[in-house]
C-alpha cells in the first residue's frame, strides 16, 4: 500500500512540474507553431476576406455606395 501511495505521489509530482509539456502534446497551441509563411497567408486570407465583404456591399454607383469608412478601409487593405 505505500508503495502504491509513493508512486502516485512521484506520478503527481511529475504532472504539476511537467503539467505544460503534456497539455502542449495533448492540445498544441496552433498559433505557436506557425512558420512565418503560415501568420503571412493566415493575414493575407484576412484581409482578402475583408475585401471581399466591403466591396460586395458596392452596388450600382459602386464606390459611391460605400461609406467614408468602408471606402477608407478599402483604400488601407488595398495598399498592402
Not at 459602386?62 to 477608407?72: I, M, T
Request: charged residues 40%.
Amino acid at each position: 500500500m505505500n508503495t502504491v501511495l509513493i508512486l502516485l505521489a512521484v506520478a503527481v509530482v511529475f504532472a504539476y512540474f511537467f503539467r505544460k509539456d503534456i497539455k502542449e502534446k495533448i492540445i498544441p497551441n496552433k498559433e505557436k507553431n506557425y512558420t512565418m509563411d503560415d501568420q503571412y497567408n493566415s493575414d493575407k486570407k484576412d484581409r482578402e476576406n475583408e475585401i471581399d465583404k466591403i466591396l460586395s456591399k458596392m452596388g450600382k454607383n459602386g464606390v459611391n455606395d460605400l461609406s467614408r469608412e468602408d471606402q477608407k478601409r478599402l483604400d488601407e487593405l488595398s495598399k498592402k
